[in-house]
């Protein structure tokens, strides 16, 4: 089936698309990306795009770092036949959960770690999936620490270790579009500190979804 990862804008969102997105095709999935336009849709599920998908031949859509609020929308896909798994990492709004195939979000009752990024709910998912397989999960690890330090989130257990980790990873990162965004900004990647990701790296791939298209950033992560 056609399957596609649905994500936010902002550098979080934007590292949570793709190392979903590259995981699922590593896997041999039918599978493509959507973010949604800052300025015409705004942010999180929309009904035009949902359409559009289900247009398209689109039968799973898997949110990243959005849709714990989208309640309507939920149950708009489960009314044209496209089933729907959101993971997110925002806080639940209301005692019920949207009404769809699955919710992953470790602030439900029952995770032992809150304070995930989005892209670290999307890790922990292509972890599980690939058994914690350590060729797999080293190469999303660098991803996912650049996705947790710009979201802002606080730098403790599992946050410092996918960090921690990740930063030692990318210094020997052999991703193309990375390594070609250090080249740009400046910036050594063989001595990348969280400072470097903040400061330099994230706001550069934040800049597409502010000023064109966030597909541009996830493009660049593809390459």
């Known amino acids: 089936e056609k399957i596609v990862v649905y994500g936010d804008y902002d550098v979080d969102g934007i590292t949570s698309t793709y190392i979903l997105t590259d995981y699922l095709k590593s896997c041999g999935a039918f599978v493509d990306f959507y973010i949604p336009d800052r300025a015409k849709e705004g942010y999180g599920l929309c009904t035009s795009a949902i359409n559009m998908h289900k247009k398209n031949g689109a039968s799973l859509i898997v949110t990243v770092d959005l849709g714990i609020t989208a309640f309507d929308e939920a149950k708009y896909c489960k009314e044209i036949g496209i089933d729907l798994i959101i993971t997110d990492h925002h806080s639940l709004c209301e005692t019920s959960l949207p009404d769809c195939t699955a919710v992953i979000n470790p602030k439900i009752p029952g995770y032992p770690f809150k304070n995930l990024a989005g892209v670290g709910v999307a890790y922990k ?70 400072s470097t990701i903040g400061f330099m790296i994230g706001p550069r791939l934040n800049a597409a979804g502010r000023l064109s298209s966030a597909d541009i950033s996830v493009k660049l992560l593809n390459e």
């Open 125 to 194: 998912l292509i972890y599980k999936m690939c058994g914690g397989d350590k060729r797999i999960t080293e190469k999303y690890l660098p991803f996912a620490a650049i996705g947790t330090i710009a979201d802002l989130v606080e730098l403790y257990d599992e946050n410092r270790y996918i960090v921690k980790e990740g930063l030692r990873l990318l210094k020997n990162t052999d991703n193309i579009g990375i390594k070609a965004l250090f080249e740009a900004c400046g910036a050594d990647i063989k001595n990348v500190c969280a």
